[in-house]
Every structure is written in structure tokens, then in C-alpha cells.
């Protein structure tokens, strides 16, 4: 609405086609205060409108109240090289690429519309009970992760996932995940097919999930892994970051560890932690799998 009343008074360049004012008028500190209250994608488009909106959109004002509290420190984190005086838009811009750190075994990068930091950790960063007998595990290839690979186990009595990372988080609640799918996914002619022939043992107990921190919270929960063809998020559980200044350490595990069966036909993608309110989004597209607490 306030784009379509712009246009009809001010040209492309802001400049004004008829005596009456137009938003093209108001000072460029004005213009900077009123859209430091939108979100990024919207102050982007309304850099469109005019020399004053454009212009207003590279305050450095407006884009620090839009970075993480900590961001000085997520820039020396993650991103390898900085130059000077870089602009807080263009470090927002770097930080919501997905940037890769610690070997190649993690991504993290910024949510686009609310600047949160989500992170992920592939199956080669975490611990596998069997990971290196191919009678147990693969890694196979595919263009379904972020990392260009899975851990595919066959079958096994034992299984045991851990997981473990330092990171300066930036203060909120954060949610964690693992993503998992049950059978084999590949295209044939163009299209997804899923083979669940290794598919056994998931529906007789529950996998046991268990969060830890370096502050003391804890959680646990079990679910069933269920639905072969589809990536899920498996709820772990929570934790909450009050100090920005400190790293947190997170060790995450997933176990079904009755050996009166064998279980196998997994998917094993990563480990992911976004803030807590992203499970509502996991929900509405039908990614998200509740476990239920302990």
C-alpha cells in the first residue's frame, strides 16, 4: 500500500511529478527511522521506491539492530576474511549465507527475515557406533543435505549417535534436531524414488534423544522413527543462552541401544539447532516429528 502511494507521486529516481509532497521529500534520517522498525526483506524492497529509500536502507543504524547481539564475534567465527569498514548490511549479507567452519563439518548462517542464528552438523561431524565397518554404514552422496552426503546404515544391534559443539550462540531459545529419514532415496529418469529394502527394527522401541549443555540444562525425550521416504526433524529438546559474551557447549545423542533386534534402512543427514520459534515453520510444511519428554 505505502509502494502504490510512493509511485503515484515520484518517479523512478524520487524525483516528484506533480507540486504535492511526496515520500520522496522526507529526509533520509527520517525515512532510516521508520523502516529500522520492518524486517530485512522488507527494507530491501522499499529500497526500490526512491533515491531517500535507498539510500535509508544502507544505515548502519538500521542493520545493527537487525545483527545478532554478538555479531563481532560471529564475524571472526565464521567468515575467513573481513575487509575494513565493511557496512552492517553487508555483514548482515555475509552472515545469512550459509557459511562453513570447523573442517566442512558445519554450516551456520542467518535466517533472512529475523536475523537468528541457525546452525547445522553433518553425519561426518558427529560420533557413530560402526561408522567405519561398511557392513554397518555408508556415506553415500546426494544433493538432499547441505553437505553433499549422508550416513546410510544397513543394519546393526547397536545404535549409538553423539554429537558435540562450542559456539558463541547469540541469547535466546534454541531448539535442536536431527534429520532423519527412513530408506534410500535416488532418481531414476528424473524422478525421487525412495528404497526402503533395509527398512526393520524402528517400530518396536522408541529412539531415545538426550541434550546437554555446558550450564547444567538438560533434556530428553523418545519417539518412534516412522514414514519412509520423507526427511523429519526429531525433536531433541531445548536450551536457552542469557550470556552472549561466553560459549556454549551442546552434546546431543541419539540411541537405540536394545539388542534383542536389529534395525537399519536410516538416513542420517545432521544435526540442527534453529531458535525455538522455527519449530512452528517445521510444523506448517510437515517436517517436524515431536518427541515426547521423559
Known amino acids: 500500500m505505502g509502494a502504490s502511494f510512493s509511485l503515484s507521486f515520484t518517479d523512478q529516481d524520487g524525483f516528484s511529478s506533480s507540486s504535492s509532497p511526496s515520500l520522496g521529500d522526507l529526509p533520509e534520517s527520517c525515512v532510516a527511522s521508520i523502516i529500522g522498525y520492518l524486517d530485512p526483506p522488507q527494507i530491501c524492497k522499499l529500497a526500490k521506491l526512491n533515491r531517500a529509500f535507498r539510500a535509508a536502507s544502507w544505515a548502519d543504524f538500521v542493520w545493527e539492530s537487525k545483527l545478532p547481539q554478538n555479531y563481532e564475534t560471529l564475524v571472526g567465527e565464521v567468515l575467513s576474511f573481513v575487509p575494513e569498514k565493511l557496512g552492517k548490511r553487508d555483514i548482515y549479507t555475509r552472515l545469512c549465507r550459509v557459511n562453513t567452519f570447523d573442517g566442512g563439518t558445519k554450516k551456520i548462517w542467518l535466517d533472512k527475515s529475523t536475523g537468528g542464528v541457525c546452525m547445522s552438523i553433518s553425519s561426518k561431524g558427529l560420533q557413530i557406533t560402526g561408522i567405519?565397518?561398511?557392513?554397518?554404514?555408508?556415506?553415500?552422496?546426494?544433493?538432499?543435505?547441505?553437505?553433499?552426503?549422508?550416513?546410510?546404515?544397513?543394519?546393526?544391534?547397536?545404535?549409538?549417535?553423539?554429537?558435540e559443539v562450542e559456539f558463541p550462540f547469540p541469547p535466546g531459545t534454541y531448539s535442536v534436531f536431527f534429520r532423519l529419514q527412513l530408506g534410500r532415496a535416488a532418481r531414476r529418469f528424473g524422478r525421487r524414488i525412495c528404497n526402503s529394502e533395509h527398512v526393520h527394527g524402528w517400530d518396536i522401541k522408541p529412539v531415545r534423544f538426550q541434550l546437554w549443555t555446558s550450564d547444567g540444562q538438560y533434556a530428553t525425550s523418545q519417539c518412534t522413527v516412522s514414514d519412509p521416504g520423507e526427511w523429519f526433524h526429531y525433536h531433541v529438546g531445548d536450551f536457552n543462552v542469557e550470556n552472549s559474551n561466553s560459549l556454549t557447549r551442546i552434546k546431543i545423542s541419539m540411541t537405540q541401544i536394545d539388542c534383542t533386534h536389529t534395525k537399519g534402512g536410516l538416513c542420517l543427514d545432521s544435526v540442527v539447532i534453529y531458535p525455538s520459534k522455527f519449530r512452528e515453520r517445521l510444523k506448517q510444511r510437515g517436517y517436524l516429528k515431536c518427541a515426547e519428554p521423559m
Open 132 to 163: 567405519d565397518d561398511r557392513r554397518y554404514w555408508n556415506h553415500i552422496p546426494t544433493e538432499e543435505s547441505r553437505f553433499g552426503s549422508i550416513a546410510y546404515l544397513q543394519q546393526i544391534w547397536w545404535f549409538e549417535v553423539d554429537g
